[in-house]
């Protein structure tokens, strides 16, 4: 999968389609996802132009890597999952069901959230 400058994530960095903004810093923008699977359901985004994760980790340099993982972090805290837990989920590539091609993490918790998968 190659990366599509005009992917929803791409528009929505360039103010191009508006979003319900939770954080922002140099290197992340978080936003409520529009059809939420949990109370909390939040899309942490790196500002750059990465397809998936493997693309990030090989592509990002360290600060955007770091910067990237303190955001999450942030979210959390600032969602108020931290303290009760939450779940991370990043899908990558076609058959882990990305729907848009910029590498995403979807922070989700504000309730039990059950097993992880079901056959």
Do not use: W
């Not at 103010?15 to 936003?31: H, R, S």
């Not at 899309?43 to 990237?68: C, M, Q, R």
Request: charged fraction near 20%; charge should be neutral; hydrophobic fraction near 40%.
């Amino acid at each position: 999968m190659s990366y599509d400058p005009n992917n929803i994530f791409a528009k929505i960095l360039r103010g191009e389609i508006p979003c319900k903004k939770v954080y922002e810093d140099e290197f992340a923008l978080a936003f409520n996802d529009i059809n939420p699977k949990a109370p909390t359901h939040v899309l942490v985004i790196p500002k750059g132009p990465y397809v998936a994760y493997d693309d990030f980790i090989t592509s990002a340099n360290a600060e955007e890597i770091a910067g990237f993982a303190r955001a999450v972090s942030k979210v959390a805290q600032s969602s108020g999952v931290a303290q009760t837990g939450y779940r991370l989920i990043s899908n990558c590539g076609v058959n882990a069901h990305q729907e848009v091609s910029h590498y995403h993490v979807h922070v989700l918790g504000g309730k039990a959230l059950g097993p992880m998968l079901v056959k």
